[in-house]
C-alpha cells in the first residue's frame, strides 16, 4: 500500500516551496541533493514557479516526471497542467542556464487517457504542448552554446564542490527564515494571472513556431555523450489528425530538443500520415504503437507493417476499430492478407497483439503462426472468431505464454468449448487476466467451463460480464472463483432474473448492457447477501466482486 506517512523531508520541503515571494533566497542556497524533494513537493502542491525556477536550475543528468503506476500502489498524481507547462518552459531557459545539467527529460507515463483528472494535462494537449516546446527551443537557442556550456560546467564544478559545505550551513539557518504565515493556497487572482501569462507565453510560442520549421529527416542513434548539445526528451506521444502537423515538425527539426517516443498512439489518421511519422521517429525507445479509429483497410495496414520493421524494441501493438474492409469479393485480398502476416513476422519483438473489431474470420492462424515469438498478450475482443480460430489458438505455441487472453464479445458454443479448455490449460500457469465477457455463455457452457477456469493457478483479474447467466450460475460462478488463490478480483453478469421483465430469451450481450434492471431491489440485495456469504464462508474476504462494468477498473491497483 501507498505510504501515507509524509517523511520529515517531505514536509520540509512542501515548506520551503510554499511560498514564491521567498524563492530567490532558497534556490541561492539549496543543496542539489534536495532539488528533487523540492520538485515533487512543488508538483504535488501545485507550485508552478518553483517547478520553473527548480528545472531552470536542474543539477541532475537526467528528470524524470511522472512514471507508470506501480505494482500495489495507487497512480502517481498526475500534474496540474500549470505545472507541466512551467516544466517545459524551464527546459527551454535552462538551455541558457549554466547550472543546467539536463539531458534526458523523461516524461513517459504522464500522458494520460483522456477523462483524467480536470486539471492534469494529457491526451493530445500534452503532446501539442511538447511539440511546441521543442520548436520554441529550436527558434530560441542558437547551437553550439550547449557545448561551451558543458565545458564551462566542469570548471564549476569543483567550486561548487568547495560551496556545498558552506551553503549547508546556511541552510539552516535560512530555514529558519521561512515565515510562518506564508500560506499553502494562493489568492485566487495571482494563480489567475500566472495562468494567462504561461498560456500567453506558450500561445506566442506556438505562432513563433510556426513561421520556422525545417525539414530534415534524419535518424540518429541516442548517444548522448557524443551529442551534448543536445537534451532528449523521452514521452508517450497521442496524435490525431489536428496535432499531427505540429508532431511531423517537431520530430523533423534539428534543434537542441529531441524528441523520443515510448509509446505512440493515433487516432483518425489515415496510414500514410502514420508511415510519415514513424519515418522521423529515432528508432530507439518505441516500445508501442496503438491505432484506434483510423480506417487502415487492408492496403494500409501493409504499408504500415514494414514501416513498423525498423524499430528493435517495438513490443506492443494494437489497433482499435480499425477497419480492414474485407470483403470475399475481391480478388486478391488472400494475397494482401499473406503479406500482412509477413509483415507481422518482421516484428521480432512483438509480445502483445490486440486487435479489437477487426472482424477477420477464419484468419488466425495465418496472422499468428507467422510470428517469430510467442505472445504474452493477445486481445482478440468483436474478432468474430470461428470454432476453426479457437482450435489454431489452443494448439499454437503462444497458449502456454500468454498472461492476459481477452476473448469478448467472441461467442462461444459447444463445438468450441473444448478448444477454449485446452487453450486455458496451456495458459493456466501463465494467464493472470482473462476476459469471456459477452460470449453468450449460458449456464450450461459454464458449467462445463469452471474446472478448466479453477486449473488457472496464476489468474488475478477474470471478466465474465454481459453473459446470460441465472443467479444459481453466478453464485456457483463465484464459489469456483473462491478456489483460484490468486484471484483478486471477479467482474461477473447481472443474472437474468434481476432485468425488467420482457427481456428476450437468449439475450445478446448488447442486450444485456442496455435493458435496465429491475427496481425491486429486494432480489439484488438478497444475491448479494448470498454472494457475501460464499466469499466469507470460503475465507476470500480478500477477492473482490462486482458486476460494475464501467468502474471495476479503478478497484484495481496494478502495474500494467
Ligand atoms: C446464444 O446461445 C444460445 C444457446 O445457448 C443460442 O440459442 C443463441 O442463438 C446464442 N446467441 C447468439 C447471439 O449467438
Not at 506517512?5 to 515548506?15: F, T
Not at 528545472?55 to 496540474?80: D, F, T
Not at 486539471?119 to 550547449?146: F, H, N, Y
Not at 502456454?400 to 493456466?428: A, F, Q
Request: hydrophobic share 40%; with cysteine.
Amino acid at each position: 500500500m501507498a505510504a501515507a506517512v509524509p517523511s520529515l523531508l517531505a514536509l520540509c520541503a512542501r515548506r520551503v516551496v510554499s511560498d514564491h515571494s521567498s524563492s530567490p533566497r532558497w534556490l541561492s542556497c539549496v543543496p542539489r541533493e534536495l532539488y528533487r524533494e523540492l520538485l515533487e513537493a512543488a508538483f504535488a502542491h501545485c507550485r508552478p514557479l518553483a517547478v520553473g525556477e527548480l528545472v531552470r536550475r536542474w543539477p541532475e543528468r537526467a528528470l524524470r516526471v511522472g512514471g507508470r503506476r506501480r505494482a500495489g500502489q495507487s497512480p502517481p498524481p498526475r500534474p496540474h497542467r500549470l505545472c507541466v507547462q512551467a516544466l517545459l518552459l524551464a527546459v527551454v531557459r535552462g538551455l541558457e542556464n549554466e547550472r543546467c545539467a539536463l539531458q534526458v527529460l523523461d516524461l513517459c507515463g504522464l500522458q494520460c487517457e483522456e477523462g483524467g483528472m480536470a486539471d492534469s494535462m494529457g491526451g493530445w494537449s500534452l503532446t501539442v504542448a511538447l511539440c511546441s516546446i521543442v520548436l520554441q527551443a529550436r527558434v530560441e537557442s542558437p547551437k553550439g552554446t550547449r557545448r561551451e556550456k558543458e565545458r564551462k560546467r566542469l570548471s564549476e564544478v569543483k567550486r561548487e564542490q568547495d560551496s556545498i559545505f558552506k551553503r549547508e550551513r546556511s541552510i539552516e539557518k535560512k530555514a529558519h527564515t521561512v515565515t510562518e504565515n506564508s500560506g499553502e493556497v494562493q489568492p485566487a487572482t495571482e494563480q489567475h494571472e500566472m495562468e494567462e501569462d504561461l498560456s500567453k507565453g506558450v500561445r506566442r510560442k506556438m505562432e513563433m513556431a510556426q513561421e520556422t520549421g525545417g525539414m530534415k529527416g534524419k535518424h540518429t542513434l541516442p548517444e548522448v555523450d557524443a551529442v551534448p548539445e543536445r537534451v532528449q526528451v523521452w514521452a508517450d506521444l497521442f496524435v490525431t489528425a489536428r496535432s499531427w502537423e505540429r508532431v511531423r515538425m517537431a520530430l523533423s527539426v534539428d534543434g537542441p530538443l529531441r524528441l523520443y517516443c515510448q509509446q505512440l498512439r493515433v487516432e483518425e489518421l489515415p496510414a500514410s500520415k502514420t508511415v510519415a511519422l514513424l519515418s522521423l521517429l529515432p528508432r530507439s525507445g518505441l516500445l508501442g504503437l496503438d491505432i484506434r479509429y483510423s480506417s487502415l483497410g487492408v492496403s494500409g495496414l501493409a504499408l504500415l507493417l514494414p514501416a513498423l520493421a525498423p524499430f528493435p524494441s517495438l513490443s506492443s501493438l494494437r489497433l482499435h476499430y480499425c477497419n480492414l474492409d474485407l470483403r470475399r469479393d475481391v480478388p486478391g485480398q488472400e494475397g494482401m492478407l499473406r503479406d500482412m502476416a509477413l509483415g507481422l513476422k518482421e516484428l521480432k519483438n512483438l509480445r502483445q497483439l490486440s486487435l479489437t473489431a477487426l472482424r477477420l474470420p477464419g484468419h488466425l492462424r495465418m496472422l499468428l503462426s507467422a510470428l517469430s515469438q510467442p505472445l504474452e498478450v493477445l486481445e482478440l475482443p468483436y474478432l468474430s472468431l470461428t470454432p476453426a480460430d479457437l482450435s489454431y489458438l489452443s494448439c499454437s505455441p503462444h497458449a502456454s505464454s500468454l498472461r492476459r487472453l481477452d476473448l469478448s464479445e467472441n461467442r462461444l458454443e459447444e463445438v468450441t468449448l473444448p478448444s477454449l479448455r485446452r487453450l486455458l490449460s496451456h495458459s493456466s500457469s501463465s494467464l493472470t487476466h482473462l476476459s469471456l465477457c459477452g460470449c453468450n455463455l449460458s449456464d450450461g457452457l459454464l458449467g462445463l467451463l469452471l474446472p478448466s477456469l479453477c486449473d488457472c493457478r496464476a489468474l488475478r483479474v477474470l471478466r465474465v460480464a454481459l453473459n446470460p447467466l441465472s443467479r444459481d450460475a453466478v453464485l456457483s460462478l463465484v464459489s469456483a472463483a473462491c478456489r483460484i488463490p490468486s484471484l483478486q478480483l471477479l467482474l461477473y453478469p447481472s443474472p437474468l432474473e434481476d432485468y425488467q421483465p420482457g427481456l428476450p430469451p437468449a439475450p445478446s450481450s448488447a442486450q444485456l448492457l442496455d435493458w435496465p434492471l429491475s427496481e425491486e431491489l429486494e432480489g439484488r440485495d438478497a444475491l448479494q447477501v448470498q454472494l457475501r456469504t460464499v466469499l466469507s464462508e470460503n475465507g476470500r474476504s480478500d477477492l473482490l466482486l462486482t458486476s460494475d462494468l464501467l468502474n471495476y477498473n479503478s478497484l484495481l491497483h496494478e502495474e500494467d
